[in-house]
């Protein structure tokens, strides 16, 4: 095979040719150029944005220069010189984005190792989101490295931490943040690591202010392959959300011959690592009334999307999370009927990481900041003060009892320095108990505030202080401490403020009931709607076995008027009896196969109903109109009640059950396709065993066949090469089955799946395998048998694919 250009990912490659020099906005930014004199600041001429020193970010570290023949006219002026780290183990840059907490930003740490230290040797270190390994600073690839996460803050505060693992001085040359737009990169719950971000068919980078969030668009190598461009802006397609510059998409490759496709690969640096990849197209040439640009995207050799015709100078997005691979291999074909071939503009690839985000609590966290900054502290109070607990700041003690927010619970500032007044911002420090201020030069009152601290139980202060009180209902208690270690001022002498005492009970008393009320009145109603639920059922169970004319069709349907889903078999209608929604599916008419399925689907819904899932109404055959109508339950498909997020879980026996039972009356009914069904165009039986096989696989893994996720195959080939069955087997069955029984459906569900048919074994091979499988189980569990039938429209609701959602 001609593999048209073949790319390694180069990332984190300090490239960057000249730019506009421009205003815009940069309040969501910051940029700090590490080493450059402290308090000075400066516009870098090729991008504009404003860099400036890192005071006030950090207090530690050296500033240093990378050596002259490093240095050239295109390098990047910020990775000209650097600070780095050789005193503590850790070290950490505290950001503070005005625009706070709640919001996602892009942070980027630059490192140009330059050899500054004439070692010729570069460090390796690790890198830190607060108390998240982020990553690990390894300069195999290059002495220049970019990294960056795209992270969504639950802190105002943002730690960057360098930490020496004992293999040379941490360092740090450029760090930069951005608001991101929140409808950008939308995860909830993970951080992106940036893996690579592509821009092809342009040797020149592109970032701020082409990219107004200045995202890095690298250059990338690419071999046999045409470079095209266009000189109109390319627009933003209601498909994406990425808001990928204008200049990115205005260049892209595509094949030198139409026949050829485009291939891109990537290789995981650890296999578990779950990757979010965004390809992003837009047609940026113009075509004439003859030509068509049409193309699939393959994944490992496996279908994943098309076929694919990007919108005329229109950004549209294809996204998909991938995990558990070690290759990745991408390749874009054209269809039969196109005439050009695939094109590419750029590709962003994140592995996705889950971070803990443990932080200090954000109001005790902005009170022990100010405070260090009102009394100048020189300690080494850097980071976040409770995390990790292994540096915890000198004089602080933290309660970790809450596990998200750990708080301050005890302030030591004895013999510190201290001058002037008590800072105003130790009244935010709610949960402290302990507050030492003595063998201080403080001067002024002791303030009201400190009464009202509920849980203050240690205050030394210092004695000057204390004379020149003049709250004495409160400070004469603690008057008596000229020594500093020993004096406690009890509670209940020291509160100015019993009410709150009283009033606290009382609320909480009050929200018990209210909360109980509430309580009530949900399972009330939900006892009510359950109750209604069962009586919508029961009558379309009435209902059921009906045979409809094609005029009461068409009544049910509004004449065929919304279309809820089409699939091979025909076009799927919404409609209603009464009060009760239906689905309608009509065949096809010009479908032979679609008609023997009709056949074998109505026979068996006849039979067969399950009270949680979507059953038959009713069905229509009338000369070439042939339909069959289903209760509609939105709701309620397969997927809900076996993917994550269902409420009932399928136990291990029940779903061998239904994978049973499916298999013995099956036959003829196809579901998802053989792949075979391309070149032959033909169904077999073996095609059924196909389809069987891929239902057989989401019963037991609860995952859908194809999703945005990887294909279930592909996936479930991964885990079997790890030879961890365990993670096959949906795992919110807590490892209740037999591993045995376990190994022995996978097996007989992949080799139902094999590419060539003529490997698959046959539907009786299958049922006498699942029927000992099942006999096992039973055997192991001493369980009764299930209602056998109750279950089977669930596997044929799977069958049917895409149709009924
Ligand atoms: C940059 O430095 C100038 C003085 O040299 C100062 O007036 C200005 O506030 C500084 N700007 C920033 C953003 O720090
Ligand atoms: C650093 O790079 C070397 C060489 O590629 C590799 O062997 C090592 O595992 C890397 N270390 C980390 C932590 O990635
Ligand atoms: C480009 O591809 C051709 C053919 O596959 C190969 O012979 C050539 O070495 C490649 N060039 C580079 C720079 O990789
Ligand atoms: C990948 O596999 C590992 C073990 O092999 C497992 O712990 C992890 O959860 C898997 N990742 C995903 C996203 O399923
Ligand atoms: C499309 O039309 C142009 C003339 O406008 C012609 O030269 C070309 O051969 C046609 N291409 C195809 C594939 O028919
Ligand atoms: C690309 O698609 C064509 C048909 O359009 C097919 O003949 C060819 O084998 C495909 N190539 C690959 C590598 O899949
Ligand atoms: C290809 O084009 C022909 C003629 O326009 C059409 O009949 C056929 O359905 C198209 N095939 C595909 C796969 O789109
Ligand atoms: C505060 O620290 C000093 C020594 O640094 C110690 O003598 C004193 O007992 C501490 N205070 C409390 C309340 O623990
Ligand atoms: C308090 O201030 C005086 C002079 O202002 C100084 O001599 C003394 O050392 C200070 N004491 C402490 C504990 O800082
Ligand atoms: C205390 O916290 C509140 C809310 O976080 C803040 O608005 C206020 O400025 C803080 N007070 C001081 C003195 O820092």
């Not at 990219?211 to 250059?219: C, E, F, G, N, P």
Request: proline share 4%.
């Amino acid at each position: 095979m001609f593999r048209n250009f073949s790319t390694i990912v180069i990332l984190h490659v300090a490239l960057t040719l000249a730019m506009v020099h421009a205003q815009d906005d940069q309040s969501g930014f910051i940029s700090i150029d590490c080493g450059i004199t402290q308090g000075s600041n400066y516009t870098d001429s090729k991008t504009g944005l404003n860099y400036v020193s890192e005071a006030g970010f950090i207090d530690r570290g050296i500033s240093q220069k990378i050596q002259p023949t490093y240095n050239s006219a295109t390098l990047d002026f910020q990775l000209t010189t650097l600070t780095s780290f050789p005193q503590s183990t850790r070290n950490c840059y505290t950001l503070k984005p005005k625009q706070g907490k709640g919001n996602r930003y892009l942070i980027r740490a630059r490192f140009n190792y330059g050899n500054y230290d004439l070692k010729g040797q570069p460090p390796q270190f690790d890198l830190y989101l607060g108390s998240d390994l982020w990553d690990t600073i390894n300069f195999t690839k290059s002495l220049a490295m970019d990294y960056e996460i795209i992270h969504l803050t639950s802190s105002d505060y943002i730690h960057v931490c360098l930490v020496n693992v004992g293999l040379g001085t941490p360092f740090i040359s450029a760090l930069e943040l951005r608001l991101l737009d929140s409808t950008m990169y939308p995860t909830r719950f993970k951080s992106l690591i940036l893996f690579a971000r592509s821009n092809f068919g342009t040797s020149e980078t592109v970032r701020y202010e082409d990219d107004k969030y200045d995202r890095i668009w690298y250059t990338i190598f690419s071999n046999g392959t045409k470079d095209v461009q266009t000189s109109g802006p390319v627009s933003l397609g209601s498909s994406t959300t990425e808001k990928v510059p204008s200049k990115v998409m205005s260049t892209a490759i595509t094949t030198t011959s139409p026949t050829n496709y485009l291939y891109y690969s990537w290789k995981s640096v650890n296999p578990s690592d779950e990757f979010y990849m965004y390809i992003h197209l837009a047609e940026i040439e113009t075509l004439k009334s003859n030509q068509t640009r049409e193309f699939n995207i393959y994944l490992n050799g496996y279908y994943w999307d098309g076929p694919v015709s990007p919108v005329d100078h229109t950004t549209s997005t294809l996204f998909s999370s991938f995990y558990n691979l070690s290759t990745y291999e991408l390749k874009m074909n054209k269809t039969q009927n196109s005439t050009l071939p695939p094109i590419f503009n750029a590709i962003e690839l994140y592995t996705a990481k889950q971070l803990l985000q443990w932080q200090t609590e954000d109001q005790d966290a902005a009170a022990i900041w100010s405070i260090k900054s009102t009394y100048g502290l020189k300690r080494n109070w850097q980071g976040d003060m409770c995390v990790p607990q292994t540096s915890v700041w000198d004089g602080l003690n933290c309660n970790y009892d809450d596990k998200g927010t750990p708080r301050i619970i005890s302030m030591n500032l004895s013999s510190s320095g201290l001058s002037g007044e008590i800072a105003a911002a130790l009244a935010n420090l709610t949960m402290i108990q302990s507050l030492d201020l003595s063998y201080n030069n403080l001067t002024g009152t002791v303030p009201e505030f400190l009464s009202q601290l509920d849980f203050l139980k240690t205050l030394p202060l210092p004695a000057g202080l204390l004379a020149k009180s003049k709250n004495g209902g409160l400070l004469l208690s603690i008057e008596a401490s000229s020594d500093a270690d020993t004096t406690s001022c009890p509670k209940d002498s020291c509160k100015s403020n019993k009410h709150n005492k009283v009033v606290i009970p009382l609320i909480s008393t009050f929200s018990a009931l209210f909360v109980l009320l509430t309580i009530l009145g949900i399972l009330w109603i939900i006892k009510r709607r359950r109750t209604q639920g069962r009586i919508i059922r029961d009558e379309l169970i009435g209902s059921r076995n009906q045979r409809f004319t094609l005029s009461e069709v068409q009544k049910i349907t509004n004449s065929f008027s919304s279309v809820i889903g089409k699939g091979g078999f025909g076009t799927v209608f919404h409609g209603s009896i009464g009060e009760n929604q239906v689905a309608v599916k009509m065949l096809s008419e010009s479908s032979a196969q679609g008609y023997r399925e009709f056949q074998a689907e109505v026979s068996l819904l006849m039979s067969v109903h399950h009270k949680n899932i979507t059953s038959l109404v009713g069905y229509c055959n009338e000369g070439n109109h042939k339909g069959i109508i289903y209760e509609y339950l939105a709701n309620e498909s397969l997927e809900k009640h076996l993917l994550d997020g269902s409420p009932k879980v399928l136990s291990w026996e029940e779903r061998l059950q239904i994978g049973y039972d499916a298999a013995q009356v099956i036959a003829g009914t196809p579901g998802y396709l053989d792949p075979e069904y391309y070149t032959t165009n033909r169904l077999t039986e073996k095609s059924d065993v196909y389809s069987f096989g891929v239902v057989l696989l989401e019963l037991i893994t609860s995952r859908p066949a194809i999703s945005k996720d990887t294909y279930i195959i592909n996936w479930v080939e991964s885990m079997v090469a790890k030879g961890s069955v365990e993670n096959i087997i949906d795992h919110r069955l807590h490892g209740l089955f037999d591993i045995n029984t376990a190994w022995k459906v996978v097996e007989l569900a992949m080799t139902c799946v094999v590419r060539t048919s003529v490997e698959r074994p046959t539907m009786n091979d299958v049922v006498t395998d699942l029927k000992n499988c099942l006999k096992t189980e039973k055997a192991r569990r001493g369980a009764k048998p299930n209602n056998l039938n109750a279950q089977m429209s669930l596997s044929l609701e799977s069958m049917r694919g895409p149709n009924l959602r």
